[in-house]
């Protein structure tokens, strides 16, 4: 869990409701958030407004190694499917490849948005969407840095109060693109054509995230306090 008023990450027991700061993310000089899990549930990395990013072991609760980002406030947004490298990006239209055991950069890609806030890497290709802070959804080819798509975010449906894209997530075929952007709708877009389809409106106001459960094929979203699971193979897109 990230403690914004301290900057750490902490670990809260569920037997005894108590919290401990995590060893490796609990310098209070920096601040750690963004916790990610590998696809295994063995390992979680947390990025660092220093530009740091630590490698924790889950069962240990002990560090495992660190890397050096040089994008400006770096966070950690996504594993690929089978585990073996993560990417980071932050502000500055950076995005960083690493191999996630020997810790060195595999590749360092420009990419159009200035701020990226989060990602999902598609469960089958090496190719990541990333939604950023002025609302634009894109969508990048790993292998080649190249980009597939861009989706500014005044297409297709508009957030009532302007607000951007806060969250992406991949349908369990990758055929499908979902994001939300602060208002009620989910915004769909198929990943052959590269073209957003109609939106979907949740009901729920002011949507923060969006994550596919891919062995159920459910998507989950979140806003307001409040989350709708929608069923995507009954969504008739």
Same mark, same amino acid.
């Given at each position: 869990?990230?403690?914004?008023?301290?900057?750490?990450?902490?670990?809260?027991?569920?037997?005894? #409701?108590?919290?401990?700061?995590?060893?490796?993310?609990?310098?209070?000089?920096?601040?750690?958030?963004?916790?990610?899990?590998? !696809?295994?549930?063995?390992?979680?990395? %947390?990025?660092?407004?220093?530009?740091?990013?630590?490698?924790?072991?889950?069962?240990?609760?002990?560090?495992?190694?660190?890397?050096?980002?040089?994008?400006?406030?770096?966070?950690?947004?996504?594993?690929?499917?089978?585990?073996?490298?993560?990417?980071?990006?932050?502000?500055?239209?950076?995005?960083?490849?690493?191999? %996630?055991?020997?810790?060195?950069?595999?590749?360092?890609?420009?990419?159009?948005?200035?701020?990226?806030?989060?990602?999902?890497?598609?469960?089958?290709?090496?190719?990541?969407?990333?939604?950023?802070?002025?609302?634009?959804?894109?969508?990048?080819?790993?292998?080649?840095?190249?980009?597939?798509?861009?989706?500014?975010?005044?297409? #297709?449906?508009?957030? !009532?109060?302007?607000?951007?894209?806060?969250?992406? %997530?991949?349908?369990?075929?990758?055929?499908?693109?979902?994001?939300?952007?602060?208002?009620?709708?989910?915004?769909?877009?198929?990943?052959? #054509?590269?073209?957003?389809?109609? %939106?979907?409106?949740?009901?729920?106001?002011?949507?923060?995230?969006?994550?596919?459960?891919?062995?159920?094929?459910?998507?989950?979203?979140?806003?307001? #306090?409040?989350?709708?699971?929608?069923?995507?193979?009954?969504?008739?897109?």
């Amino acid at each position: 869990l990230f403690f914004p008023s301290q900057g750490i990450l902490v670990v809260y027991d569920r037997e005894t #409701g108590t919290f401990a700061a995590l060893q490796g993310a609990d310098d209070r000089q920096f601040v750690q958030s963004y916790p990610t899990w590998s !696809p295994d549930g063995k390992r979680f990395l %947390a990025g660092m407004y220093a530009g740091r990013i630590v490698m924790i072991d889950a069962d240990t609760q002990q560090m495992i190694g660190t890397v050096q980002s040089r994008a400006k406030r770096p966070k950690v947004t996504a594993w690929s499917p089978d585990g073996p490298r993560f990417v980071t990006a932050g502000i500055g239209g950076t995005v960083e490849i690493w191999d %996630a055991v020997t810790f060195q950069r595999i590749r360092e890609i420009k990419v159009q948005s200035a701020s990226i806030w989060e990602s999902d890497w598609h469960p089958s290709r090496d190719v990541i969407a990333f939604a950023d802070s002025s609302g634009d959804v894109e969508v990048i080819d790993l292998s080649t840095g190249k980009t597939l798509a861009n989706f500014p975010s005044d297409s #297709g449906s508009t957030s !009532p109060d302007g607000a951007f894209s806060s969250d992406v %997530a991949w349908s369990s075929d990758g055929d499908r693109l979902f994001a939300v952007h602060g208002g009620s709708d989910l915004r769909v877009f198929d990943a052959k #054509g590269w073209t957003e389809q109609e %939106a979907i409106d949740t009901g729920i106001s002011g949507l923060v995230s969006v994550d596919c459960h891919h062995a159920t094929h459910r998507i989950a979203a979140c806003g307001d #306090g409040e989350t709708v699971l929608l069923d995507q193979d009954s969504l008739g897109i």
